[in-house]
């Protein structure tokens, strides 16, 4: 079946640094994609939606200079957390829309980020 | 805008019976969809269930069924003869069919004893 894959699963970095996520659709083609973050016993928290070609769109209070989403081809979206912070620190996870699949949704496994 | 509220933040069940987790949701849409996924400790987001608000039959799948009451905006899950593995925190997400993301609820934390 369908397979939204996220990489890395678990990141470590340093203050001040920038790290990158990979979201990608793996057996089909998705226009959207969609980026969470959940902290521990909450509920997914929407970030933004990413659109093939386009900018993304953000929620509000998500700061777009911080956390910058590229959605460069129809299988890849990227969230990079630029200057990471400890607050930073969260579980990241992606999900992408499969309009040939009755507009089925599907998420990846997350990715766990630590700042330090 | 769509909201989804889940009212219960813990619901505890043993073996092999039933609970019912409760889930309201609001929004301006004619045509929208709803859902329940489940999230095991693994953090991987489960599909357990999908409705589609046009469709007045509640969805079924094996031991899960959901009360969809759209009138009320109430879309519940039942689980029936509850298994060890169905511990779980258990979201309510609803979207629109001109895909927008899915908007979740708090969640409930489902726990299952022998």
């Known amino acids: 079946g369908a397979v939204v894959s996220q990489h890395p699963s678990w990141v470590i970095c340093k203050s001040g640094t920038s790290v990158k996520i990979e979201c990608r659709s793996l057996d089909f083609q998705a226009t959207t994609m969609f980026w969470y973050r959940q902290f521990p016993k909450q509920s997914l928290m929407l970030m933004a939606t990413?659109?093939?070609?386009?900018?993304?769109?953000?929620e509000q209070g998500v700061e777009k200079d911080k956390f910058l989403i590229n959605h460069a081809s129809l299988t890849l979206s990227t969230l990079t957390v630029t200057s990471a912070h400890p607050e930073d620190s969260s579980f990241y996870i992606c999900?992408?829309?499969?309009?040939?699949?009755?507009?089925?949704?599907?998420f990846g496994e997350g990715s766990w980020l630590t700042v330090v | 805008a769509q909201t989804v509220t889940q009212s219960q933040p813990e619901m505890s069940v043993q073996e092999a019976e039933t609970v019912t987790l409760s889930c309201t949701y609001d929004t301006s849409e004619s045509d929208y969809y709803l859902f329940w996924y489940k999230q095991p400790p693994s953090r991987q987001m489960i599909l357990v269930i999908r409705?589609?608000?046009?469709?007045?039959q509640n969805a079924t799948e094996n031991r899960f069924s959901v009360n969809f009451q759209k009138a009320a905006k109430s879309f519940s899950l039942k689980i029936s003869d509850s298994q060890l593995g169905d511990a779980a925190m258990y979201f309510c997400?609803?979207?629109?069919?001109?895909?927008?993301?899915?908007?979740f609820g708090k969640g409930t934390t489902l726990s299952v004893s022998s």
């Open positions: 409705q589609e608000a046009y469709k007045q």
């Open positions: 990413s659109n093939e070609g386009s900018k993304a769109t953000y």
């Open positions: 997400a609803s979207t629109n069919q001109a895909g927008t993301a899915l908007i």
């Open positions: 999900s992408a829309r499969n309009l040939g699949s009755g507009n089925t949704i599907y």
